[in-house]
């Protein structure tokens, strides 16, 4: 199964406002990615955030990671147009080494001018 | 920047045929996978490699195989293409992890929609 489930699956939300996509996680992991993919294109790497920290930020974007609730939260400030893309978590598995990430389903965001 | 090319954007394969996807990396990484992606199922590993001539099978390896001859280069191979390996297929490569993060960013390709009919 699916190590990183994000919620929600889409979401709308006009040019301006925040949006907040959430990934859950099964197991102990390393550390966290936060991925986006536009229309059609590979996978772009965002942000990583280590087990061991808290909050990242950067640029309009803010992650989260609570271990002891096995969960992250993406957070895109002002949002504009060119931020519509799917958005995924990746875990690593705390018993496996290497460079080996799960991938969640994505949250399809669209932000609407 | 980095950049990792897919040959192909778009491939279309009849049932049976070998069907070969390369992927080239440009900036000397030694981890490189393939991934396939599909509605529903998000982004499963095939198969990886953690230097040249050495694979490691994913999740999902089975009616594929790869090849690593050279650092920058590898190659996804089905062996006889099946309609249910219609999907698109992604190739990303990294640097290995180290000591702290334990992982390394992964760098995509654009991908390559393939469809066996």
């Known amino acids: 199964s699916q190590q990183g489930e994000e919620d929600p699956q889409a979401l709308s939300i006009q040019e301006g406002e925040n949006a907040t996509m959430n990934c859950s996680y099964k197991?102990?992991?390393?550390?966290l990615q936060w991925y986006r993919q536009n229309s059609g294109r590979g996978l772009v790497h965002l942000i990583l955030?280590?087990?061991?920290?808290r909050e990242k930020h950067s640029g309009r974007l803010r992650v989260t990671l609570d271990t002891s609730k096995k969960s992250s939260s993406l957070l895109i400030t002002a949002s504009r147009a060119a931020d519509t893309a799917s958005y995924f978590c990746?875990?690593?598995?705390?018993?496996?080494?290497?460079?080996?990430?799960?991938f969640g389903e994505g949250t399809q965001l669209t932000v609407n001018p | 920047d980095v950049k990792v090319t897919q040959s192909s954007r778009y491939l279309v394969k009849r049932t049976g045929e070998k069907v070969f996807l390369e992927c080239v990396q440009d900036?000397?990484?030694?981890?490189m996978f393939w991934y396939r992606q599909d509605p529903g199922l998000g982004l499963r590993l095939i198969y990886f490699?953690?230097?040249?001539?050495?694979?490691e099978k994913g999740d999902i390896p089975e009616g594929y195989s790869v090849s690593r001859e050279k650092k920058e280069r590898f190659s996804l191979i089905l062996e006889s293409a099946s309609t249910n390996q219609t999907s698109m297929y992604l190739c990303?490569?990294?640097?290995?992890?180290?000591?702290?993060?334990?992982?390394?960013?992964?760098?995509f390709g654009n991908g390559t929609r393939l469809t066996v009919t």
């Open positions: 490699s953690y230097d040249v001539k050495m694979k």
């Open positions: 990746a875990t690593d598995f705390e018993e496996t080494s290497g460079s080996r990430l799960t």
């Open positions: 197991t102990s992991i390393n550390n």
């Open positions: 900036m000397d990484h030694e981890n």
């Open positions: 990303a490569s990294s640097f290995p992890p180290d000591r702290s993060s334990y992982n390394s960013p992964l760098h």
């Open positions: 955030i280590r087990s061991n920290e």
